[in-house]
């Protein structure tokens, strides 16, 4: 029979093994959002009980609008608007705003659940329809602003942007980046995909994602616009402590093998 400090020793390998990251998805098409509700929390996460993540939108929301995709639902809805390049009209959170002012905005943040004690790392996510328009009957500019993340110790952290398709400028450094439309992109099928941005946090210990969607300074009165926020990817790491509980066990275990060897030998 295996002694049992070898056991320990097995099970804290097969332990170590598995206290590596996962991957979690917040997959829009599996998830439900009242249309035209503000706040909504999901259970995303099979190995964290209860609700991972909570979705919020705030600021000036008395500006914010129906879809333009049928049944038409008040947004913040779940809709297929967008393709973002992928053919496949791919469900994403829909924000649509018409601005009265070109100094109002909505912001989107996203909190992970308290439970997540070290947070997350590697948050990512895509903005489809970034874009702008100047014409007669449509003018407006998108721009997302104050990107950034909050660490569990209230710390700032600037964002990666990649993937910023040919209809969308990035403008500044770290925590001053702009994702600008540049013109007019269409929504569903071939070239849907230059107007998109994909936003990452790269690091650890994320607490909460943040960032303002409104239009330019370029027209004082936009006109109706929108965007798609698709699925958020990110990954948690177990607690250190559940491995550090383990080796110490196993010291334990040894110890108290060798004492007994030694009993056993006088």
Known sequence: MRPLYQNLVLSCAICAFTASASAVLVDWSAQNWPAG???????????????DVTVTISGDTGQLQNSLVSPNPQTPAITRAFDGGL???????????????????VAFTLNFSALYAAGVSNVSFTIFDIDASNTSSSKYQDVISSI??????????????SNVGANVSL?????????TGQVSTVDLGAGSGAANATISFNTSNIASITFIYGSSSLFADPTYQHIGIYNIDYEVIPEPGTLGVCVAVVCLALGTSRRRTKSSAT
Request: aromatic fraction near 6%; proline fraction near 7%.
């Open 148 to 161: 950034y993340a909050i660490s569990t110790t209230g710390t700032h952290i600037a964002p990666t942007i």
């Open 171 to 179: 403008t500044g450094t770290g925590l001053s980046q702009l994702l």
């Open 87 to 105: 053919g496949t009209s791919p469900y994403t959170l829909e924000l649509a705003l018409d601005l009265t002012s070109n100094t109002q905005s």
């Open 37 to 51: 509700s503000l706040s909504n929390s999901y259970d995303v996460d099979p190995s964290n009980p209860g609700n």
